[in-house]
């Protein structure tokens, strides 16, 4: 089944002074492809406070390192951008969001200061949401409202650990973690049977022994009256699965359910490498039964007949790997049965050292070769990678150009389309990554302005043309550098054709190995129609990019 989307395009025209808005609006009937997928990434808690009302909770008060507590986003704020057409307008097509199940209470300081749960990836309770980042009804609303506009939503899971322990954050019981010894991540035993940090328990995911309830959690449930429900569900998962009452079945049972109560449509998931990888495909069955059990209760909220996401987070893994990672004594393949995609971490590096065009082909040959089938997320900056590719966001542009044009899936860190700043004084460690969104700058700078128009025209192209991230790249002209793409899917057929570092004003492109004479084509970059004569076409525009898409 395929989606109709609304595109809208905003070309600003420059004159002098004068600043000129023209609005196109098209009806495009586009499949929603994963492996083309525009995600923006964001951290719930930074992104934009809807209700000031759960800014603090369970006593989160104290002073903490810069940056380091909880600073008033949730999802309602999130909602309210979906809501206004922010997304849209930047061309997103998924948002993933940091984890927002129930945190620690208390706060700890790793060395950089006293620090709250704000991030997500620290849980008490998987079975309920933190007040922080607001309720399950909230939850509801997003991504029914998501839904609405064509926005998948991807929520975060971690089952490798809990939040560490606090005076107000009891150590859950020894058959369901380990404490010691700490990994060093020299093999592959010494990255999963482990403790990633100190002080940060972690899920005996290897156990097949069947476990009891940890007590902190019963107490909790009794404490909130729903401890009958959640034992009750409990049984019947069991009962249908199968499975052993081990830890890590448990989890999956949890964060299954957010799959059947809300319809999302993916998990992002967090430290892939530090868990056995059987754990990911059993993981897969779970989520593959429950969103086509949400599919068969709920037929008018199906979006299309896409499966279950699953992005996964293998520090350090690279395209290059292709489907092995290795851990130096053993090599893993984490596609097959288990996930859609990796987190690509050698895109920022391929960027800052390869040609685009040595980047763009060498990713097309590897997607539609050896991880057809499959997909990578690329990304050039995100919330704990400390060596981004523009540190000091000087090169917003290129990185909007590089990134959103890429074959792959693209992650959109939030505020890369607004430069917001990377570099925050006084922070310690990856907080200095964590900065609440600069709205004001969107609002009332005209440079940050001007570059969220340029990621806005890349991010509504891509979306609506799945040959950008999908499809096969092959290179037209090196000079003026002109590529095309071509994607198909059954009866749906996609290709466009791009040109970068292309001189101001007059451009002359050779298009006849795409299109042919007489065909009407339209630059989406600066709102231009085009005619293909003698296999080129001419074009007149202030800018030095080119979006051809054939005008239907």
């Given amino acids: 089944m395929k989606q109709i989307l609304v595109l809208i395009l905003v070309v600003v025209t420059l004159t002098g002074c004068k600043k000129e808005t023209q609005v196109l609006n098209k009806n495009i009937e586009v499949p929603f492809i994963w492996e083309a997928a525009n995600v923006y990434f964001l951290l719930t808690d930074r992104f934009n406070n809807g209700d000031t009302s759960n800014d603090i909770n369970f006593n989160r008060n104290l002073e903490t390192g810069k940056l380091r507590g909880f600073e008033g986003g949730d999802i309602k704020g999130i909602t309210q951008k979906i809501k206004a057409g922010y997304f849209t307008e930047l061309g997103i097509n998924a948002i993933w969001m940091t984890p927002i199940v129930e945190q620690i209470h208390g706060g700890t300081d790793e060395g950089t200061g006293l620090t709250y749960g704000f991030h997500g990836y620290w849980t008490s309770d998987w079975t309920n949401l933190d007040p922080n980042f607001g309720t399950k009804a909230d939850l509801k609303e997003l991504v029914e409202q998501a839904h609405k506009k064509g926005i998948r939503i991807l929520l975060d899971a971690v089952i490798n650990h809990t939040g560490p322990v606090t005076e107000q954050d009891a150590l859950w019981p020894e058959e369901w973690v380990r404490t010691a010894p700490q990994c060093d991540y020299k093999s592959y035993e010494n990255t999963i049977t482990c403790t990633l940090v100190k002080n940060l328990p972690d899920i005996k995911t290897e156990s097949n022994e069947a476990v009891q309830l940890p007590p902190q959690l019963v107490e909790k449930w009794k404490r909130e009256g729903r401890y009958e429900q959640e034992v009750s569900e409990l049984n019947a998962f069991f009962e249908r699965t199968g499975h052993p009452r081990a830890p890590r079945f448990y989890i999956m049972k949890w964060l299954s359910d957010y799959i059947l109560e809300f319809g999302i449509d993916g998990y992002r998931v967090d430290t892939v490498k530090h868990v056995e990888e059987s754990v990911w495909q059993e993981f897969r069955k779970e989520c593959d039964y429950t969103f086509s059990e949400f599919k068969k209760n709920n037929p008018n909220k199906v979006l299309d007949d896409n499966d279950f996401y699953l992005v996964g987070e293998v520090y350090n893994y690279g395209i290059s790997a292709k489907k092995a990672f290795d851990f130096g004594d053993k090599k893993v393949n984490y596609f097959d049965n288990a996930f859609n995609s990796l987190i690509n971490f050698e895109s920022k590096w ?203």
């Fill in 350 to 552: 391929n960027a800052a050292q390869q040609t685009k065009e040595v980047m763009f082909k060498r990713y097309s040959d590897i997607l539609n070769s050896d991880l057809k089938g499959y997909g990578v997320m690329n990304y050039l900056s995100s919330h704990d990678d400390g060596q981004p590719f523009d540190a000091e966001r000087e090169k917003p542009f290129e990185t909007a150009t590089k990134l959103l044009l890429c074959p792959g899936t693209s992650q959109v860190f939030y505020g890369d389309e607004s430069a917001r700043s990377l570099v925050i004084e006084d922070t310690q460690g990856d907080a200095t990554l964590r900065s609440f969104m600069n709205w004001d700058a969107i609002k009332n700078n005209t440079k940050t302005k001007n570059i969220l128009e340029h990621w806005q025209k890349l991010g509504q192209f891509r979306i609506n043309h799945p040959a950008v991230g999908a499809g096969t790249h092959q290179m037209l002209t090196a000079d003026p550098y002109v590529f095309c793409r071509r994607f198909s899917k059954e009866n749906y057929k996609d290709q466009v054709i791009i040109g970068l570092d292309l001189p101001i004003g007059k451009k002359v492109l050779n298009v006849s190995e795409v299109f042919k004479n007489g065909d009407q084509l339209y630059d989406t970059y600066s709102s231009t129609p085009v005619k293909v004569k003698n296999g080129k076409v001419t074009l007149n525009s202030e800018f030095n990019i080119v979006l051809l898409e054939k005008q239907q």
